[in-house]
Structure formats: structure tokens, C-alpha cells
């Protein structure tokens, strides 16, 4: 039994969602490689590399190759890229992310197997749980295919250590083979969002916001908040749609799925889809005019009231 896991970049480092994946890949015992495909910079090698528990890396690139995790890139390229390395290997992981979710299925298809997707548990080589029902069940199950090809929700398991000391694993670079025809666009620039606060996916802490914030103007009362508590923010799906937030702040089922030590909800009623996403979150703290709203239902702590009342005073109290 072999384990490949896809590499996935955050600015200069490996993702926390890829070090999540590399502690469910150990979880299989068997010894762990790392493929990365595209242009890396000294930062980004130097991540890879301190990453413990990897035996081999696996680099395809060449000189002209943009970074080909971003979005200009068809994850059908990606996918022929890897696809004959991965051939070799009886289990082959990607994080749960937008990009993960977009080239591993596409991967498994052309090895002719059935993806399976957000895996919170590992019990076994071919023995898994994931949530089902938009997370309201959790399925056990027996996957008899020959190879697996396995997406992994990265707020159900630790981040693999790090460490700057540990013996580089050996290394193997490759040139790619370039199809034009696979590619969607021409890649001419990317812009991070930069910010002070910590990643979303990753926070030990979120405060998020719904419609009921009522205005754009209105979201300094979250930074405020956010602020003082050293913590990510994140909006429902009504409030992203309302043009309160961009889209990546969106927390839930279609959005990013998140387990903070601390979760604040303000004016966010509770729809399924947002309960999917932040289930694992292990305080809730919700805030809503509606004593009724499904959030108080798996919130741990709730206050009831107008939050344009609440959250002035809340804030000036940490």
C-alpha cells in the first residue's frame, strides 16, 4: 500500500488544508509522498520540505509554467499531469478544498475509479466516514475499488507538524508536458487579499455575520469584534448574495467548511446548509433578534436581542 497526497500552496507555504490531509494519509500507514505541479518559489520549497512524514516529492514544472493552482489553469491539464504518477499508488488524497474538489474527481475518472469525497474519519485502508445529508448523518463504509481516490475534509484532522530540522525528503522534478487545448485562459496575474486576520479555513477563532446585518456600512461592527479577539471573518451564504462579503468569506455547506475553538454568529437565522459548516465548531456563540432561529438549536451560548444593541457593548467588554 503506497499514499500520494496533492500539494496545495497558500502564498508561500503549504495550505493547512494540505498538512490536514497529510495526518489523514498517516493515518493509513503506509509511506507518504507529495506531488506539486507548477512554478515554486525558495519559500514554498523550503515549506514543502519541513512538512514531517513525507518520503518522496514529486515536482512537475518548467520554466514557463505559472503557478497552475490557480484558476486560469483546467484542472483537466492538472489532471494528465498526474494522472500516470498516481497509477502507481493504491491511495491518492487531495484536501477538501475548491481546488482539490475540482481536479480529484476529474483525476479518478481517467483511472476509471469513484471519487469519494470529504472523508472525516479513517479507520481503516479502504474503511471510511463522511457526512451525508448536508451533514446531518454520517455514513460508515467499505470502498472495494482497486485504488482510492479520496477528498479530505480538513477540519476533521490535525494539521501535520512542521519542522525546519527534519531530513528534506528526496526529491524528483520532471518536466511537464504542456496541451495547450486543456488550458481555459492564459494566465496573466493573480492578487491575494491581504489581511491582517487569520485564514478563514484555519482560525482558531471566527466571527461571522448574516443578512441581518442589514448594510456593507454595517460590517465594521464585525471587524471591531473580530479585532479585539484575534479572529477570521466569515458571513452566510444571504449575506455574501446580498453583496455584504466577497465570496470567500462564505462559510457552509457551499462554502468553506470550518471547526473553530470559537464560532460567534450575528444575525445569521441558521439554514442547513450553514449548520453543515460550522457543526464542528466547538463553542458556538449565536446572536439573533429571533428567539426562534434554528441557530440557538446547536448553539452553545446564545443572546437574544437586536445586534446593532448587543454588539457595541460585547465588544467593548473584551
Excluded at 489553469?73 to 488524497?93: F, G, K, T
Excluded at 491575494?192 to 479555513?201: G, H, I, M
Amino acid at each position: 500500500m503506497s499514499v500520494l497526497v496533492i500539494a496545495e500552496f497558500l502564498e508561500n507555504a503549504v495550505s493547512p488544508a494540505t498538512l490536514s490531509c497529510m495526518t489523514a494519509a498517516a493515518q493509513l500507514g503506509a509511506e507518504v509522498d507529495i506531488v506539486a505541479v507548477g512554478g515554486l518559489n525558495d519559500s514554498q520549497i523550503n515549506s514543502l520540505q519541513s512538512v514531517d512524514g513525507i518520503h518522496k516529492i514529486y515536482h512537475y514544472s518548467d520554466d514557463s509554467a505559472p503557478p497552475l493552482n490557480t484558476a486560469p489553469v483546467a484542472p483537466e491539464y492538472l489532471a494528465q499531469i498526474i494522472h500516470p504518477l498516481a497509477l502507481n499508488y493504491s491511495h491518492v488524497l487531495a484536501a477538501a478544498t475548491q481546488w482539490g474538489k475540482n481536479l480529484l474527481p476529474r483525476l479518478a475518472a481517467l483511472a476509471d475509479i469513484q471519487a469519494v469525497s470529504d472523508v472525516t474519519q479513517i479507520l481503516g485502508a479502504s474503511h471510511y466516514i463522511r457526512p451525508v445529508y448536508a451533514g446531518n448523518a454520517l455514513a460508515e463504509f467499505q470502498d472495494t475499488q482497486p485504488r482510492h481516490y479520496l477528498t479530505i475534509r480538513s477540519s476533521a484532522f490535525p494539521a501535520a507538524v512542521t519542522n525546519s530540522s527534519v531530513n528534506p525528503a528526496e526529491w524528483e522534478r520532471a518536466p511537464t508536458r504542456r496541451t495547450e487545448s486543456l488550458r481555459c485562459g492564459e494566465f496573466v496575474d493573480q492578487t491575494l487579499t491581504k489581511s491582517a486576520r487569520p485564514e478563514l479555513q484555519s482560525a482558531a477563532r471566527v466571527v461571522s455575520f448574516g443578512r441581518g446585518i442589514g448594510s456593507k456600512d454595517n460590517v465594521a461592527l464585525i471587524e471591531q469584534l473580530a479585532d479585539r479577539l484575534g479572529a477570521a471573518i466569515g458571513a452566510s451564504r444571504a449575506a455574501v448574495d446580498s453583496g455584504y462579503a466577497p465570496n470567500d468569506y462564505q462559510v457552509g455547506q457551499t462554502g468553506k467548511i470550518i471547526a473553530p475553538d470559537l464560532y460567534i454568529a450575528v444575525g445569521i437565522s441558521g439554514a442547513v446548509q450553514h449548520l453543515a459548516g460550522i457543526k464542528d465548531a466547538k463553542t458556538i456563540v449565536a446572536i439573533n433578534k429571533d428567539p426562534d432561529a434554528p441557530i440557538f438549536k446547536i448553539a452553545d451560548f446564545g443572546l437574544v436581542g437586536d445586534l446593532f444593541e448587543i454588539l457595541p457593548e460585547f465588544t467593548g467588554k473584551i
